[in-house]
T-cell receptor
């Protein structure tokens, strides 16, 4: 099965700092690369997604950078806040219909105040 | 508000006693998913429906079954729960062609005693 490799497993950042989470994928057929955010006891929620024909997408404090040649994409959280403390999953569709996602193993982010 | 609803939020069952988890959605999405998420792990796709078309993941145990009687409802049946089936079960939906953007319910926490 195709894999999405995510790192680091956990991350501690000071309030106001930059959080960076990385993912590497194998299958070049992926056409969308989403990031999901999950708070304890809740289901994941789509945070931001990028198509492989762009190198960067920004929404507020959240930015996805995409490196097609390296098969990597990363999430940057600028000015990290305690409310950003959550688990973040990168994901990619892995079937031809684009209906199924495979998730990375997740990164637990703690933002200290 | 349009949403994905899961009932019950917490379910306790005995080893080997069949259990059914339910999911309903008001988003009118074609695709519905069931995921299993164990503690500190990524969501693992069990199966999904594209309308009435059932798609089972190759490594989903036969112990897990699903029904989708109509667009709005989907059920997860665990025929003979084992201790290893204790997990959070997440239901999600997506639009046709929008599999990267999935809308998750809050999950059902299953405990097996």
């Amino acid at each position: 099965q195709q894999q999405v490799k995510q790192s680091p497993q956990s991350l501690i950042v000071q309030k106001g700092g930059i959080s960076i989470i990385n993912c590497a994928y194998e299958n070049t057929a992926f056409d969308y690369f989403p990031w999901y955010q999950q708070f304890p006891g809740k289901g994941p929620a789509l945070l931001i997604a990028i198509r492989p024909d762009v190198s960067e997408k920004k929404e507020g404090r959240f930015t996805i950078s995409f490196n097609k040649s390296a098969k990597q994409f990363s999430l940057h959280i600028m000015d990290s806040q305690p409310g950003d403390s959550a688990t973040y999953f990168c994901a990619a569709p892995y079937n031809q219909a684009g209906t199924a996602l495979i998730f990375g193993k997740g990164t637990t982010l703690s933002v200290s105040s | 508000d349009a949403m994905v609803i899961q009932n019950p939020r917490y379910q306790v069952t005995q080893f080997g006693k069949p259990v059914t988890l339910s999911c309903s959605q008001t988003l009118n999405h074609n695709v519905m998913y069931w995921y299993q998420q164990k503690s500190s792990q990524a969501p693992k796709l069990l199966f999904h429906y594209y309308d009435k078309d059932f798609n089972n993941e190759a490594d989903t145990p036969d112990n897990f079954q699903s029904r989708r009687p109509n667009t709005s409802f989907c059920f997860l049946d665990i025929r003979s729960p084992g201790l290893g089936d204790a997990a959070m079960y997440l239901c999600a939906t997506s639009r046709e062609g929008g599999g990267y953007e999935q809308y998750f319910g809050p999950g059902t926490r299953l405990t097996v005693t």
